[in-house]
């Protein structure tokens, strides 16, 4: 036999064999039935909730929001029963009225979809376009000595990027103060962190368009990520206040859900990352997001302030993404609430390891629901 | 070969009255009447005699693992003059090669006098326009007919363009990368004086995301900041990023390098997004260059326009040849910004770009990839063409005196480096395994 006789042959019965045992079609992937079940950390009363949806074959998905009632759920079924578990990008649009359901369900049908396919999430959406993902851990505490505590701990965990807090002004426009006290609290994190530590500003949209300008051009030269969120997403004019003259890269995202206000700060030149919230968005709608920034050479990095399950979703879209940066979870001060965590999707998840998370590589969002801690439906 | 049958069959049927009997082609729908195939006779009353009798082209391989093997062009006329040029496209010698000869049939039986003529058919006939393959193709058969319009002529290509302003040459840079301890730098800096060379260029050495660390602006800012130091204040420092930053990255690392006082920075974001490149430019003094990745006078009119860099950097082999760089220096002339030529692949190119150069009065700088001392490749340069090619004189590379492009190149040299396949350029990854440039 010639070598290309047998290439082919062997081509040809590679792709008979793929056709037979080829994933559950049309049939195996309709959706049965959807679940919820809240969840509360136990010390840091940190609440989400996870949305399981039933495929006919008897897999499940899961996909976590940050509430949801009864009536979601009923509503989210009634939309969701009978269809196709791929028909994920339809579905988010007939899920438009159930904001707190979308993005759950996005995570949910992708996790279906990998499962029935045997390939992690990232698989299905053209990756993997890397083989970690940059890790971010958020810190929270009152003053500068309890954040440098936390970023220690945080340290020895395995990251070397925080998301900390800025000191808040006293008043709206108050000046040197306020600038002076973030100036002092990056440096003090700057110092116990070391050179190869790195720092995001969380504003919490909470600045004035010149507070946040004072800001930006005091922070300038010691080189923190970005500013995450300086001010609210409200005049563009506004903001351009703080983009224009200075070069401090801003983030902006963490409440927005349409692709038409990350287009118009990214025309008015206003936004260095994109900072769309997971719970928010869900996988999919983050990925269209992020072809938007791909073409201005601007980063990804989904903002993240729940549960591991989550968490699971981010890796799998980080690991689906060109631009994406670096994902942020909550790092809990806890111990009750870090093995709350562990036990909840699997522990490994959320441990980084010289600043990165190890990507999960089992089928669908490769989670192993521990459903003993799920305690009673949502209904 | 059907297609040029289809031409045969059509131009028999339209002066024939369609006494060949043939089986019409199958009408898509999506396809114009096929026009007069080749140069039409009424040209004859005001064109020359010469006439492009066929059309070779060249892969050159100077090692077996070379990313960019030059794509050479040889033109024959009927009267004897050669025309050569080049369009070496790094990682993609075989599609210039291919593309070339897709040109087959717009360049032979041509005029080759009918420079730009040639040059609009080739680009505006495509269909698809422009883009690096079919950029680097056009560019070095422009450059072949440039070289024979020279000779036909009895001058050299810079006097077809009005030129030189400067009979003295063209002002050259060289690369001064991997020059790192105050030594090497003290070292390069008393060879520059001795030679007159008055400006080099390096870039980062790193590679970047599009957000990154501290640790890596801060590592940046200071190798570069030690080239300044070890050059010393009077030679001239251009830094090309090389697009691997992005804007947000650029600006900050460009905000610390204002006190070096550069002659440019290069690049500092990817090509394809003007207004990106925009904001850099927004936020800094120093000036910007670009251009190298660009195609024809369309591919810079919107940098031109919105007046974003200072200096642009077309590079012959790409852009469309000498046609096309000359029309981007002039865009460039009437917005205030000076001309840098890129130059990284043969000696052709290079020395095709040295007649352009010095008949633009926005010309800055020439660049040339090689170092302050000579190589291998140039060794072999002048085994070529019989003179030290693209080898500054007092800080200058010397005006070549013949006419056309000005040098004289047999198959029978370039034979001792067979073509050795397409090689890729490098592949960068970042510490997560994802793409970055580099």
């Known amino acids: 036999m010639r070598a290309i006789d047998f290439r082919r042959s062997r081509l040809s019965a590679f792709l008979a064999a793929q056709a037979n045992t080829r994933a559950p079609g049309s049939g195996g992937l309709s959706i049965a039935d959807c679940k919820a079940y809240a969840l509360r950390e136990p010390v840091s009363g940190r609440e989400y909730a996870l949305l399981k949806i039933e495929a006919t074959g008897g897999i499940a998905g899961w996909g976590e929001t940050r509430s949801i009632s009864a009536d979601d759920v009923a509503r989210a079924a009634a939309v969701l029963r009978g269809r196709q578990a791929t028909e994920f990008v339809p579905l988010h649009a007939e899920l438009t009225a159930l904001p707190n359901v979308q993005a759950a369900a996005n995570m949910a049908l992708l996790d279906i979809v990998g499962q029935a396919a045997k390939a992690p999430v990232y698989q299905l959406l053209g990756g993997p376009t890397r083989h970690k993902a940059r890790a971010m851990a958020s810190l929270m505490g009152p003053d500068d000595a309890a954040l440098v505590a936390w970023l220690k701990r945080a340290q020895v965990a395995g990251f070397h990027a925080f998301l900390v807090p800025a000191v808040k002004p006293a008043a709206l426009n108050s000046g040197q103060a306020f600038v002076n006290a973030n100036r002092k609290r990056l440096e003090a994190l700057r110092a116990a962190g070391g050179d190869q530590s790195d720092f995001v500003i969380d504003c919490g949209a909470a600045l004035s368009p010149g507070d946040a300008a004072s800001l930006s051009d005091a922070l300038e030269r010691m080189h923190p990520l970005w500013l995450d969120e300086p001010c609210a997403l409200t005049s563009l004019n506004a903001i351009s206040k703080v983009a224009a003259e200075r070069v401090t890269p801003l983030g902006f995202g963490r409440s927005v859900t349409h692709a038409a206000v990350f287009q118009d700060l990214l025309r008015e030149d206003l936004i260095d990352v994109f900072r769309p919230d997971l719970l928010r968005n869900g996988i999919t709608q983050i990925k269209k997001f992020a072809a938007l920034a791909e073409a201005n050479y601007v980063s990804v990095a989904p903002y993240h302030d729940g549960g591991p399950v989550g968490a699971a979703a981010a890796l799998h879209l980080a690991a689906s993404l060109p631009n994406f940066f670096a994902q942020q979870v909550p790092q809990p001060v806890a111990e009750e609430d870090r093995r709350f965590r562990a036990d909840l999707a699997g522990a490994g998840l959320e441990t980084a390891t010289d600043g990165y998370f190890a990507l999960p590589t089992a089928p669908g969002l490769g989670l192993r629901v521990n459903v003993s801690m799920l305690g009673k439906e949502v209904a | ?438």
């Open chain 2, 1 to 438: 070969m059907r297609r040029r049958e289809l031409l045969q069959g059509t131009t028999a049927a339209l002066f024939a009255g369609g006494a060949r009997e043939r089986k019409p082609p199958l009408d898509c729908g999506c396809t114009f009447q096929v026009q007069a195939a080749s140069r039409a006779a009424a040209f004859d009353r005001v064109g020359s005699k010469l006439r492009i009798t066929g059309m070779k082209v060249f892969g050159v391989s100077l090692s077996a693992n070379s990313d960019r093997p030059y794509v050479f062009v040889k033109l024959e006329t009927n009267q004897g003059i050669v025309g050569w040029g080049e369009g070496t496209l790094e990682g993609k010698a075989g599609s210039v090669i291919a593309c070339m000869n897709d040109f087959h049939d717009f360049v032979v039986g041509a005029d080759p006098i009918q420079v730009e003529h040639i040059w609009q058919s080739m680009y505006v006939h495509s269909f698809y326009r422009g883009g690096p393959v079919i950029g680097s193709a056009i560019s070095g058969i422009d450059q072949a007919l440039w070289d024979i319009r020279g000779k036909a002529l009895g001058m050299p290509a810079y006097e077809l363009l009005g030129g030189p302003f400067d009979t003295r040459g063209v002002r050259g840079y060289y690369h001064a990368d991997g020059v790192r301890t105050p030594d090497q730098l003290k070292q390069l800096r008393e060879t520059a004086i001795e030679q007159g060379v008055s400006c080099f260029k390096a870039g980062p050495a790193g590679y970047y995301e599009w957000i990154d660390t501290n640790a890596k602006i801060t590592q940046t800012v200071k190798q570069l900041a030690a080239l300044r130091e070890g050059l010393g204040p009077d030679i001239d420092i251009a830094v090309d990023f090389h697009a691997k930053t992005s804007p947000t990255v650029a600006s900050i690392i460009i905000k610390e390098l204002e006190p070096l006082n550069l002659l440019w920075v290069e690049e500092p974001c990817p090509p394809e997004n003007v207004k990106a490149m925009a904001r850099i430019a927004r936020r800094s003094t120093t000036p910007l260059a670009t251009g190298e990745r660009l195609g024809a006078c369309y591919g810079f009119r919107e940098l031109i326009e919105m007046g974003v860099v200072d200096i642009l950097q077309p590079d012959i082999n790409h852009v469309g040849g000498i046609s096309a760089l000359w029309k981007v220096g002039a865009m460039a002339e009437a917005a205030g910004i000076s001309m840098a030529p890129h130059a990284c692949e043969g000696p052709i190119g290079g020395i095709a770009t040295l007649h352009v150069d010095s008949a633009m009065p926005n010309f800055l700088v020439q660049e040339i990839c090689g170092g302050v001392r000579a190589s291998a490749q140039d060794k072999i340069w002048e085994e070529w063409l019989g003179f030290p090619a693209m080898r500054m004189v007092n800080g200058r590379f010397p005006l070549p005196e013949k006419p056309g492009l000005g040098f004289d190149l047999t198959e029978a040299a370039l034979a001792k480096y067979p073509f050795a396949g397409t090689r890729p350029m490098a592949r960068v990854f970042a510490p997560d395994g994802s793409v970055v440039e580099w």
